[in-house]
C-alpha cells in the first residue's frame, strides 16, 4: 500500500492506494475535519465518533465498510485510523450538513477520474509521481528520467 497525503482546501487528509484492489482508502476524520471546518483534530475525531454512533443506531452500513489502516499522525507515528473508499466517503458525506460537501464531492470524483486517466495512460501516472517527488525536495539528478525503465538499454 502506498501512502500519500493530499491538501484539500489547506487541509491535509491522508490516503492510502491499495495497488492490489487499485483502491484510494482516505482518513475518514480528516474528511469530517473538511465538512466541520474544524482546525482542532480532537474535535472532528469525537463528531466522527457521534456519527458512527448515530449511523449505526440507523442500521447505516456505512460505518461497518470503514477499514482500519495503520496511518502517520501528526507526532510521526502510525495509528489504526478509520479509512474508507470514495464511494463509502460519498455516503457519509451526505450525514453531515456541511457547505463543504459539494466541493469535497467534486474534489473525490477528480481523484477517480485522474486515477482512471492513469490506468488508460500509465505514463501519466509515473509523470504524477516524478511531480510528487520534485514537491518533496527529490532534485531531478534522484528523479529517474523517461529512458531508465527496466530493460532499457544505457
Known amino acids: 500500500m502506498k501512502h500519500e497525503l493530499a491538501i484539500f482546501e489547506g487541509f491535509k487528509i491522508r490516503r492510502i492506494y491499495d495497488e492490489e484492489t487499485e483502491t484510494w482508502y482516505f482518513s475518514v476524520v480528516d474528511i469530517i475535519q473538511v465538512l466541520t471546518q474544524q482546525a482542532d483534530y480532537q474535535t472532528a475525531r469525537k463528531y466522527w465518533n457521534k456519527l458512527k ?83 518533496h525536495g527529490r532534485s531531478d539528478k534522484w528523479i529517474p528520467a523517461a529512458d531508465d525503465g527496466p530493460g532499457d538499454p544505457k
Open 53 to 135: 454512533e448515530r449511523l449505526n443506531k440507523e442500521g447505516n452500513q456505512s460505518v461497518t465498510k470503514c477499514h482500519q489502516l495503520k496511518m502517520e499522525a501528526a507526532d510521526g507515528k502510525k495509528y489504526n485510523t478509520d479509512a474508507a473508499d470514495p464511494e463509502v466517503l460519498l455516503r457519509l458525506i451526505q450525514s453531515v450538513p456541511s457547505p463543504k460537501a459539494e466541493p469535497i464531492k467534486l474534489w473525490l470524483a477528480k481523484v477517480g477520474y485522474e486515477r482512471m486517466q492513469e490506468i488508460a495512460d500509465p505514463e501519466r501516472s509515473i509523470n504524477r509521481a516524478r511531480d510528487n517527488w520534485r514537491k
